[in-house]
Nanobody, 126 residues
């Protein structure tokens, strides 16, 4: 059974940095793309960042480019989201997701992912 466990959320101030982690089990991690999505209260789930199976290609939503970095460690079966220069609008529940198929690109489509973590909350005060 595939499991994704996120950690690292917290209460931050604007301008702070935070790193989220997501460790996967139950699937050969190194063959699958990974992604981070977020959902704020009353809003739809939004793609934040994706990384391909090899870690060489990454994708970001425009609002986080140059502030967030997604990376992965295929030995530790873990994907990270380094978040710098946090803004109040970054506050949300953050979810990691694992791709459905081998050799994925880390796309922004929710339908390309089939397992999700439980979410970790990030709160940013101004």
């Amino acid at each position: 059974q595939v499991q994704l466990v996120e950690s690292g959320g917290g209460l931050l101030q604007a301008g702070d940095s935070l790193r989220l982690s997501c460790t996967a089990s139950g699937r050969t991690f190194s063959r699958y793309a990974m992604a981070w999505f977020r959902q704020a209260p009353g809003k739809e789930r939004e793609f934040v960042a994706g990384i391909d199976w090899s870690g060489t290609a990454t994708h970001y939503v425009d609002s986080v480019k140059d502030r967030f970095t997604i990376s992965r460690d295929n030995v530790r079966n873990t994907v990270y989201l380094q978040m710098n220069s946090l803004k109040p609008e970054d506050a949300a529940d953050y979810y990691c997701a694992i791709g459905k198929r081998f050799w994925g690109s880390g796309s922004s489509r929710v339908s390309d992912y089939d397992y999700w973590g439980q979410g970790t909350q990030v709160t940013v005060s101004s």
